[in-house]
């Protein structure tokens, strides 16, 4: 075998793995992120602080600043929604 076929299978091949298994680790990483999002945003009583620290008023003034609609939505949906356009980079996913 030749010598550099010897060294893309020791090094080159081993690399190739690592990045595929720290792929896949980010991958996991991101759906559990989101996962816990979405749990938070699913009951009002798991989002309540969220709910309380911010009157009415200044979540529906805040969220049309920002184009997000309001009209018949629920507060934690609106919150969300405003979280989301403002820190859905931060959170990658």
Same mark, same amino acid.
């Given at each position: ?12 091949? /081993?690399?190739?793995? *690592? ?6 680790? $980010? %991958?996991? =990483?991101?759906? &559990? ?25 200044? /979540?529906?003034?805040? *969220? ?6 309001? $009209? %018949?939505? =629920?507060?934690? &949906? ?16």
């Amino acid at each position: 075998m030749k010598t550099d076929r010897r060294e893309f299978l020791r090094h080159g091949l /081993l690399r190739q793995a *690592a990045a595929f298994v720290s792929g896949v680790q $980010e %991958g996991m =990483a991101a759906a &559990d992120r989101r996962d816990e999002f979405e749990r938070f945003f699913e009951s009002d009583e798991s989002c309540y602080a969220l709910a309380l620290a911010y009157p009415d008023d200044i /979540l529906i003034e805040t *969220a049309k600043r920002y184009g997000i609609e309001t $009209e %018949g939505r =629920a507060k934690k &949906d609106v919150a969300k929604a405003l979280f989301l356009s403002q820190r859905a980079n931060e959170y990658r996913f």
